[in-house]
């Protein structure tokens, strides 16, 4: 799609071609933006090479200049940084040519202002460089290790939104990867799909289900706040 700023606008995300999540994705995003939305859509759970074939495609035929979304719901600054990056590398001298934002893809309205709101994209020059020990060449510090599951039924349950607002509370009580904390991992299924989303926690092993905002709060403050299990989440064996 194009817009007034922008000759072409391409939007990057997991789920966003196959199972449940990405039909209805693709159905709100074709509602608000036309059918030909669909042709701009790139599915990162596969990877990122059709993005960057498509960036270069716009970069020869001069579709420019560029904006890419990133639909990521657990992207966050260091992936903001890092998809900045590869399009800087890819776009040589015409990097100014190339902006990002990052976008949820749940809220299509919110998505389309977003995207005519030229001042809250990033460009991709003077990009922040990585520290030379930056959070993805070493071992996080965590005393928990959070498994939360992203698979089709905890998904069709609510997950992503749960999950995002878990790293964001997680985030808020100061608990987000630092020495008394969590470090998540999302995962495929993990079985007990009937009582999801599924949400475990190690080294003590406890599974949790997670309904609502509220248990989510609740399982932040008591779990990993207070330090005490939560029975009335944990899952029945
Ligand atoms: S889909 Fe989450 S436990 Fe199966």
Known sequence: MKTETY?????AGPDLDHGSLAELTRRQLTEQFGATVLGDLFD???GYDALW?????????????LLVVDL??????PQLDWLRGELQAL???RADRLFVCAG??????????LIQQPDKHLGCVDVPQLPESHSWSCIPPHRYRVLLCNGPR?????????WKLLREELKAA????TEDGVHITRTQCQFPCDQGPTLSVYPSGEWYRIRDAAEVKRLVQERFVEERAVPELIMRA
Not at 54 to 64: F, I, N, T, Y
């Open 174 to 177: 100061g608990r987000l990867e």
């Open 7 to 11: 000759a072409r606008v391409l939007f």
């Open 53 to 65: 074939e498509q960036v270069r495609d716009c970069l020869s035929s001069e579709a420019l200049p």
């Open 154 to 162: 905890c998904t069709r349950r609510g997950a992503l939104p749960l």
């Open 44 to 46: 990162t759970d596969v």
């Open 104 to 113: 949820n893809a749940e809220e299509v309205a919110a998505l389309a202002e």
């Open 72 to 77: 990521d719901p657990l992207g966050g600054s």
């Open 91 to 93: 776009a040589g001298e």
